[in-house]
T-cell receptor
Framework: TQLLEQSPQFLSIQEGENLTVYCNSS?????LQWYRQEPGEGPVLLVT?????EVKKLKRLTFQFGDARKDSSLHITAAQPGDTGLYLC?????????????FGSGTRLQVQP | KAGVTQTPRYLIKTRGQQVTLSCSPI?????VSWYQQTPGQGLQFLFE???????NKGNFPGRFSGRQFSNSRSEMNVSTLELGDSALYLC????????????FGPGTRLLVL
């Protein structure tokens, strides 16, 4: 059973559309990170959210951490072909002594021009 | 500051062989984590090294091992390769580990025939 569930798994949209990716868990995380990975490369960090209810914006990307720190969402406004890639959420549970990040299964986004 | 580097980038081996992958972390980073990424299982944690000691271990068989040197460079070894070991192996470094931001290398793509 995946500790972090991402949805949807695949998303193909037209340039200019909006989209939201969800990352859900029944567990509490001390922080949650979002990464984007392009083919043939390693994941690149987009943002880290730490506080329940926190909202962070990165240009057209808006990240939200749930109040209970069990879930997060990534919203992209007016998607562009350059947003194409695999989006991964990853949770840290440092309060449990577990040091490794737990990754979600990923959302593969394709933005058609 | 140079990023995380991994060598080699691509590797083809046959079943039963063994392989060693190398990772050089960002200068000053003491924590190195290894992950296996496959289309079916996503990103799975292998192990983490900090100051030459294995600090965390995922659920992989003993055929997967690693080590870290005094300069924080790390190697990962897989013995008696199986077809299912074909994957992208990613290395990530952070200043001290513990779920903080991890910086990934480009990965080594291993194909086992």
């Amino acid at each position: 059973t995946q500790l972090l569930e991402q949805s949807p798994q695949f998303l193909s949209i037209q340039e200019g559309e909006n989209l939201t990716v969800y990352c859900n868990s029944s567990s509490v995380f001390s922080s949650l990170q979002w990464y984007r990975q392009e083919p043939g490369e390693g994941p690149v960090l987009l943002v880290t959210v730490v506080t329940g209810g926190e909202v962070k914006k990165l240009k057209r990307l808006t990240f939200q951490f749930g109040d209970a720190r069990k879930d997060s969402s990534l919203h992209i406004t007016a998607a562009q072909p350059g947003d194409t890639g695999l989006y991964l959420c990853a949770g840290a549970q440092s309060y449990t002594g577990r040091r490794a990040l737990t990754f979600g299964s990923g959302t593969r986004l394709q933005v058609q021009p | 500051k140079a990023g995380v580097t991994q060598t080699p980038r691509y590797l083809i081996k046959t079943r039963g062989q063994q392989v060693t992958l190398s990772c050089s972390p960002i200068s000053g980073h003491r924590s190195v984590s290894w992950y296996q990424q496959t289309p079916g299982q996503g990103l799975q944690f292998l192990f983490e090294y900090f100051s030459e000691t294995q600090r965390n271990k995922g659920n992989f068989p003993g055929r997967f091992s690693g080590r870290q040197f005094s300069n924080s460079r790390s190697e990962m070894n897989v013995s008696t390769l199986e077809l299912g070991d074909s994957a992208l192996y990613l290395c990530a470094s952070s200043a001290s580990g513990g779920g903080e931001t991890q910086y990934f290398g480009p990965g080594t793509r291993l194909l086992v025939l």
